[in-house]
C-alpha cells in the first residue's frame, strides 16, 4: 500500500545553516506533492506546492525538490532562524487523489 | 482577513453527551473537511464536503457527523463521543475540489473525553 515517511526524529540545526528535510513516498507516483508547516497546538500552514515536472522550486528562502526516481522530495530552508521551528509536512495525494499527511519532521533551530 | 475558525478551542466533555464543534471559513471557498490528529497517526480525514448539502466519508468516519447547510459553515457532530474520539480536531476549507488547491486549517480543537 502507498506509505509517506517523514523522519521521526527532530532535527537540530545551529541557526545560519541549511535545514533538510526528507519525504519518501512508496508503492506510488504522485503528481505533486505540498509542504505545511504547523507550530505546536495550532492548525498547518501551506507553504509551496511542487508538480512532478518541475523538479524544484523556490519561495524566498525555501526550497523544495522532487525526485521521482529516488521517490523523494526534500525541503531545504536555507539560511535557518529560531523563528523556523516549526514541524514540517509533506503531504502528497494518495492513489483516491486524496491528500495524505506525512506524520512531519520537528525541526528545532538554535539560535 | 481570510480564515477558518473553530469553536470551541478546548472542550472536556463525559462519554456520551452530544456536543458540536462549529467551523467557519470567510474565503467563499467550495470545499471543506475535518481532520483529527493523534500521536504517531499524523492527520487523517474524518468528512468533506465539496459544496452545501454534499458531504462524504473520509478515512475515519465512524462516530462522527457532519452537516453543511451553509457554504461558509460546516460544523462536526459527535453524537456519543467516547474516549477514542480524544484528539485534536482540525477543520480544514479549500477554493475547490482539486487536491492541488491549498488547504486552510483552524487553529484546531482540543478535544477530551472522559
Known amino acids: 500500500s502507498q506509505k509517506i515517511e517523514q523522519n521521526s526524529e527532530a532535527l537540530n540545526i545551529q541557526e545560519g545553516k541549511t535545514a533538510t528535510l526528507t519525504c519518501n513516498y512508496t508503492?506510488?507516483?504522485?503528481?505533486?506533492l505540498q509542504w505545511y508547516r504547523q507550530d505546536p497546538g495550532r492548525g498547518p500552514v501551506f507553504l509551496l506546492l511542487?508538480?512532478?515536472?518541475?523538479k524544484e522550486k523556490r519561495k524566498e528562502r525555501l526550497k523544495v525538490t522532487f525526485d521521482t526516481t529516488l521517490k523523494q522530495s526534500l525541503f531545504h530552508i536555507t539560511a535557518s532562524q529560531p523563528a523556523d521551528s516549526a514541524t514540517y509536512l509533506c503531504?502528497?495525494?494518495?492513489?483516491?487523489?486524496?491528500?495524505?499527511f506525512g506524520q512531519g519532521t520537528t525541526l528545532q533551530v538554535k539560535p | 482577513e481570510a480564515q477558518v475558525t473553530q469553536n470551541p478551542r478546548y472542550l472536556i466533555t463525559v462519554t456520551g453527551k452530544k456536543l458540536t464543534v462549529t467551523c467557519s471559513q470567510n474565503?467563499?471557498?467550495?470545499?471543506m473537511s475535518w481532520y483529527r490528529q493523534d500521536p504517531g497517526l499524523g492527520l487523517r480525514q474524518i468528512y468533506y464536503?465539496?459544496?452545501?448539502?454534499?458531504?462524504d466519508k473520509g478515512d475515519v468516519p465512524e462516530g462522527y457527523k457532519v452537516s453543511r447547510k451553509e457554504k461558509r459553515n460546516f460544523p462536526l457532530i459527535l453524537e456519543s463521543p467516547s474516549p477514542n474520539q480524544t484528539s485534536l480536531y482540525f477543520c480544514a476549507s479549500r477554493f475547490g475540489a482539486g487536491e492541488a488547491y491549498e488547504q486552510y486549517f483552524g487553529p484546531g480543537t482540543r478535544l477530551t473525553v472522559t
Open positions: 474565503m467563499n471557498h467550495e470545499y
Open positions: 511542487i508538480r512532478e515536472n518541475e
Open positions: 503531504a502528497p495525494p494518495g492513489n483516491t487523489g486524496k491528500l495524505i
Open positions: 464536503s465539496m459544496n452545501v448539502e454534499v458531504t
Open positions: 508503492n506510488y507516483s504522485p503528481a505533486y
